[in-house]
């Protein structure tokens, strides 16, 4: 393994990364979870990718993952609106995730499975934040990819991820109750259950307090944040948790299945 390879590895996340974009801007709408907006935004192939504010096609080197975004300074050539900075920071990460799992597992099945979670964690938290669903149509193949995984012993063993994503519902299902039957209105959304089993069928169960801790802390403060800036948060807001959670999930995931204790010190070993 080289230096190069981990570069080809990260401009392929990139690619992935644009990708992924598609389906953050399309997939919510394809799945019924939101009304469609004046243009149809079309399926995951087709229509040719456009500016969501003129509807021009974008041109294929104006598409360019990273680069585009920053030659364009984030404008529309056509109508010069604002591209979100959505579009950058999923390329960044997508970039990011195939990076680490090239690193740390080298060119392997593991590695391309990891990646394939990493991305469908980038995915998810992209849409619950701009729309507040976590789709079933991500987090349920996500929880069975897991467990075929780990059936292989890639991550940590079938029982602990069963466990764990018995475990992982159930815990938020549990609390989605509790506070619905408190407080009259739910507070917590089974998507964030089935998002926290799949975490728990690729981590295990030894995972999910550090997992939820780190969620926890992080949302918290988030809202702190927004609290500080003027937001007008409430505790009737809704504030979507899926964010925090894929952070959380990633973090852990890596920390605990992907790098044991001397990983980070033999990964300068490669070769450049």
Known sequence: MNWFFLLLSGLVGALFGSFLNVVIWRGPAMWGLMGESTAPRGNLFAPQSYCPACYAPIRIRDNIPLLSFVVLR?????????????????????????????????????????????????????????????????TLP???????????????????????AATGYFMLWAISTVYKNLRGHEGLGLGDAKLLAALGAWSGWAGLPATVMIAAITALAAVGILRQRGGDISAETAISFGPALTAAGAIVFLLHTAMPANAILTSFSFEI
Do not use: H, Q
């Open 142 to 164: 996500l929880i069975a990819i897991g467990l075929a995984a780990n059936a292989a012993g890639l991550f940590v063993p079938l029982r602990d991820a069963v466990i764990g």
């Open 74 to 138: 984030g404008r529309c050539t056509k109508c010069d609106a604002v591209i979100p900075l959505r579009y950058l920071l999923v390329e960044m990460l997508g970039a990011s995730a195939v990076f680490a799992t090239a690193w740390v597992w080298g060119p392997s099945l593991t590695a391309v499975l990891a990646s394939v979670f990493l991305l469908a964690l980038i995915t998810l938290a992209a849409i619950d934040w701009e729309t507040g669903f976590l789709p079933d149509m991500l």
